[in-house]
T-cell receptor
Framework: AQSVSQHNHHVILSEAASLELGCNYS??????LFWYVQYPGQHLQLLLK??????LVKGIKGFEAEFIKSKFSFNLRKPSVQWSDTAEYFC????????????FGQGTELSVKP | GAGVSQSPSNKVTEKGKDVELRCDPI?????LYWYRQSLGQGLEFLIY????????KSGLPSDRFSAERTGGSVSTLTIQRTQQEDSAVYLC?????????????FGPGTRLTVL
């Protein structure tokens, strides 16, 4: 069965620090990859997505992610975090032959100290 | 409306009762998904509808769970004989389709508490 692993459960950073959240998936075929964010009291919203092409994708609010096929990874990065980035971040995978369903990682809670 | 809507936003029920959760997808979206978000289990896929195809029910945890989508739009998730372990936030999402159209837009969720 496919699975998605997010290495960090809770990350605490100070403002202006750089962020990298790890995401690895287990599936040998073609995949679509997503990062979703859930701000406190709000519902899930899409940060960025990868379908094909350039493995470095840019999303909203200065986030980017790099797909490394050989490592089955799709890590999320931001050079300088802000207090408003405090949220829970979810990596998700859609396997190409599995219809549209997303398999999510366990989530990483990010706390940014002002 | 502009986004996915779900009702009720909160539901408290007693163990053994049946509950129905409703989802209104974004107009024109052919794909509709149900997920469950609970402590310790993260976000789990439950079921997905795509157009007129048979739904993918592979994520439903037991036969107490069922869902239907009427007229290709509104969907209802039904949980029969609720158990305490069913307590979770039930999320609905919709997308234009699959593949490159599989950007899923999520609703606010229904928080279900089974006493």
């Amino acid at each position: 069965a496919q699975s998605v692993s997010q290495h960090n459960h809770h990350v605490i950073l100070s403002e202006a620090a750089s962020l990298e959240l790890g995401c690895n998936y287990s599936y040998g075929g073609t995949v679509n990859l997503f990062w979703y964010v859930q701000y406190p009291g709000q519902h899930l919203q899409l940060l960025l997505k990868y379908f094909s092409g350039d493995p470095l994708v840019k999303g909203i609010k200065g986030f980017e992610a790099e797909f490394i096929k050989s490592k089955f990874s799709f890590n999320l990065r931001k050079p300088s975090v802000q207090w408003s980035d405090t949220a829970e971040y979810f990596c998700a995978v859609n396997a190409y032959n599995q219809g549209g369903k997303l398999i999510f990682g366990q989530g990483t809670e990010l706390s940014v100290k002002p | 409306g502009a986004g996915v809507s779900q009702s009720p936003s909160n539901k408290v029920t007693e163990k053994g009762k049946d509950v129905e959760l409703r989802c209104d997808p974004i107009s024109g979206h052919t794909a509709l998904y149900w997920y469950r978000q609970s402590l310790g289990q993260g976000l789990e896929f439950l079921i997905y509808f795509q157009g007129n195809s048979a739904p993918d029910k592979s994520g439903l945890p037991s036969d107490r769970f069922s869902a239907e989508r009427t007229g290709g739009s509104v969907s209802t998730l039904t949980i029969q004989r609720t158990q305490q372990e069913d307590s979770a936030v039930y999320l609905c999402a919709s997308s234009l389709g699959t593949g490159r159209n599989n950007e899923q837009f999520f609703g606010p969720g229904t928080r279900l508490t089974v006493l």
